[in-house]
C-alpha cells in the first residue's frame, strides 16, 4: 500500500491512502484525553527539559503564546476562582470568569475537587464534586440573571462542559438555539464541529466557524476549528474519491477536499503555537496530502516534503 502511493493515478493512491488509515485507526490516539493539571505542574515545578531546537521554536513563537503557558495560566485562574467560590458561592461570578477562561486555550480549566492533603475529596455541602461539574449550575445563573447580553456567556460555558464530558447529543440540541440568536459567535460552529456525526457535517461547520470575525473568534477557536477542516477534509476526501469514476462531481469533490486540506494544513502549521496538542497531527495531513496529490511527480528523495519532516524533528 505505501509503494502503491507513488502510482501515477491518483484515485489509485487515494485507495492506498485508505487502506494504511484504517490498518492503523483500531490503535490510534484520538487525542481527546484530558491532561493532569498536577502532573503538569509537578513538571513545569521541577523543570521541564526541551531540545533546544524545540526551545528555540517556541522562544521565536513567543512562549507567552504558547499552548504550555496559557494552559498554566489558565489552570492558576481556575483555581484562584474556585477557591474565591467556596467562600462566595456565587455561581454567577465564577459563571463569567469561567467564560473568560473557555475562549484561551483548549485545557482552560482543571477538572479537580476540592480535597485535603492527601487528596481525598472534602464534603463542601456543594451538588457537585468535581469542579467542571459547576459549569451547568453556572450556566443556569447566568442566564437567571436575565440579561441579554450574557446569553452567549451561559451558552458557551454549558456547551464546554458538554465537550469535556462528551455529551455530544445534549451539545447538538444546544447549538442550534444558540446560532439561531447568535450567527456569528465561533465558538458554537466549533462545538459543532466536534459533536457533528459525520464527516461531512463537521467539514461544513468548521468552514462556516472560520468565517466568523468578533471576540469570540479566539486563537484556539480558530486552529480548533482550522485542525477540525484539515482532519475532516481528509476523511472525505478518501470516502468520496474511493467510490467515485473519475469525471463524476463526487470525483471533483474529493479532490477538492484533499487540495484545501493540504492548504488549511499549511496554514496550521505556519500560524499555530508549535507546541499545540494538533501540531504533529496537522503536519502528518500535510505530508499525507502532499503525498497522495502528487504521487509520482514528487521527486525521489521526497524533498517537497522535507519541510514537513524537519519541523517534526524540531518539535518532536
Request: proline share 4%.
Amino acid at each position: 500500500m505505501v509503494a502503491t502511493l507513488r502510482s501515477k493515478d491518483i484515485q489509485t493512491r487515494v485507495s492506498a491512502l485508505g487502506g494504511i488509515l484504517r490498518l492503523h485507526l483500531h490503535n490510534a490516539d484520538n487525542g481527546r484525553s484530558q491532561p493532569d493539571p498536577n502532573v503538569i505542574m509537578a513538571n513545569v515545578q521541577t523543570g521541564i527539559q526541551l531540545p533546544d531546537s524545540s526551545t528555540s521554536a517556541l522562544a521565536a513563537y513567543g512562549m507567552e503564546r504558547s499552548d504550555l503557558t496559557l494552559m498554566l495560566s489558565c489552570l492558576r485562574d481556575h483555581q484562584n476562582a474556585m477557591m474565591k467560590f467556596v467562600q462566595t458561592h456565587d455561581y454567577y461570578a465564577l459563571g463569567m470568569k469561567l467564560f473568560q477562561l473557555i475562549g484561551r486555550t483548549e485545557f482552560s480549566l482543571a477538572d479537580g475537587i476540592f480535597g485535603d492533603e492527601h487528596g481525598r475529596p472534602i464534603e463542601m455541602g456543594l451538588p457537585f464534586a468535581k469542579w467542571v461539574d459547576a459549569m451547568p449550575h453556572c450556566a443556569n445563573a447566568i442566564r437567571e440573571k436575565g440579561k441579554p447580553s450574557e446569553a452567549d456567556a451561559a451558552n458557551v460555558v454549558e456547551l464546554k462542559y458538554f465537550i469535556l464530558r462528551a455529551r455530544y447529543k445534549e451539545l447538538r440540541a444546544l447549538c442550534p438555539v444558540a446560532l439561531k440568536n447568535s450567527p456569528t459567535v465561533a465558538f458554537y460552529y466549533y462545538a459543532m464541529s466536534l459533536g457533528s456525526e459525520e464527516h461531512e457535517d463537521a467539514l461544513r461547520w468548521a468552514k462556516k466557524g472560520l468565517k466568523c470575525t468578533g471576540p469570540t473568534m479566539t486563537p484556539y477557536v480558530r486552529f480548533g476549528l482550522l485542525y477540525s477542516a484539515i482532519m475532516n477534509a481528509g476523511l472525505m476526501g478518501i470516502e468520496y474519491m474511493t467510490k467515485a469514476a473519475r469525471g463524476e462531481s463526487a470525483w471533483e469533490d474529493a479532490y477538492t477536499f484533499l487540495r484545501v486540506g493540504l492548504e488549511d494544513a499549511k496554514t496550521f502549521i505556519a500560524e499555530a503555537p508549535p507546541d499545540s496538542r494538533n501540531m504533529s497531527s496537522a503536519i502528518l495531513w500535510c505530508i499525507l496530502f502532499t503525498v497522495t496529490l502528487r504521487g509520482s511527480d514528487l521527486s525521489n528523495d521526497l524533498r517537497e516534503i522535507q519541510v514537513c519532516s524537519m519541523i517534526t524533528t524540531i518539535l518532536f
